[in-house]
Nanobody, 117 residues
Framework: QVQLVESGGGLVQPGGSLRLSCAAS????????MSWYRQAPPGKGRDLVA?????????NYADSVKGRFTISIDNAENTVYLQMNSLKPEDTAVYYC?????????WGQGTQVTVSS
């Protein structure tokens, strides 16, 4: 059974940091691009935050998070991370992990990140 399970969300003050994790089971990262998306408010479309290719480690970031967020991958642990620093209130959202190959897409269930004082 394929699963993507996100964790690490929570409440943090502006300027703080969080690290999100996305643990995959039922498939391996080889051949997939792994991404983090966010959605806020509920009902709005999901916006791409960052992507990393499991092959080669090439990364891409949304302009709004460049220099603050870092996506990384541990192929041995089948886990993708999103290190989020200098968090702002506008980063508040549900964060989703996505795995995409040329033929298949998987989504996680999401984890809430709230940035507030």
């Amino acid at each position: 059974q394929v699963q993507l399970v996100e964790s690490g969300g929570g409440l943090v003050q502006p300027g703080g940091s969080l690290r999100l994790s996305c643990a995959a089971s039922g498939f391996t990262f080889s051949g997939y691009a792994m991404s983090w998306y966010r959605q806020a408010p509920p009902g709005k479309g999901r916006d791409l935050v960052a992507t990393i290719r499991s092959y080669g480690g090439i990364t891409n970031y949304a302009d709004s998070v460049k220099g603050r967020f870092t996506i990384s991958i541990d192929n041995a642990e089948n886990t993708v991370y999103l290190q989020m620093n200098s968090l702002k209130p506008e980063d508040t959202a549900v964060y989703y992990c996505k795995a995409a190959s040329t033929t298949t897409i998987y989504w996680g269930q999401g984890t809430q990140v709230t940035v507030s004082s």
